[in-house]
């Protein structure tokens, strides 16, 4: 089993950012797929949600109205676009697949929102 997500990196306040997490090993359009984010100090927080199907998503307040979680189960994968970024988004983001008992956890890509 694999997540592998990219796209992160150093950004200006106001830029876009689009994450991506590749899955094998597991039946991805099973599992509904979730983005997190952990800030240094900071506990990891729920930032995203998407059902298994996509026909459903959920948002954190904090990143409502300029984060949009997706996915294409043809290419197994996940994405987060990240608009309007502000310099409190800026965290290691992890890409988390569950189903029932069955939860797998990515490596994390690194989002930096800096001058």
């Known amino acids: 089993v694999q997540l592998v997500e990219s796209g992160g990196g150093l950004v200006q306040p106001g830029g876009s950012l689009r994450l991506s997490c590749a899955a094998s090993?597991?039946?991805?359009?099973?599992?509904?797929m979730n983005w997190y984010r952990q800030a240094p100090g900071k506990e990891r927080e729920l930032v995203a949600t998407?059902?298994?199907?996509?026909?459903?998503?959920r948002y954190d307040d904090s990143v409502k109205g300029r984060f949009t979680i997706s996915r294409d189960n043809a290419k197994n994968t996940v994405y987060l676009q990240m608009n309007s970024l502000k310099p409190e988004d800026t965290a290691v983001y992890y890409c988390?697949?569950?189903?029932?008992?069955?939860?797998?956890w990515g490596q994390g890509t690194q989002v930096t929102v800096s001058s």
């Open positions: 090993g597991f039946t991805f359009s099973n599992y509904v």
């Open positions: 988390y697949a569950k189903n029932g008992p069955y939860a797998y």
């Open positions: 998407i059902s298994s199907t996509g026909g459903s998503t």
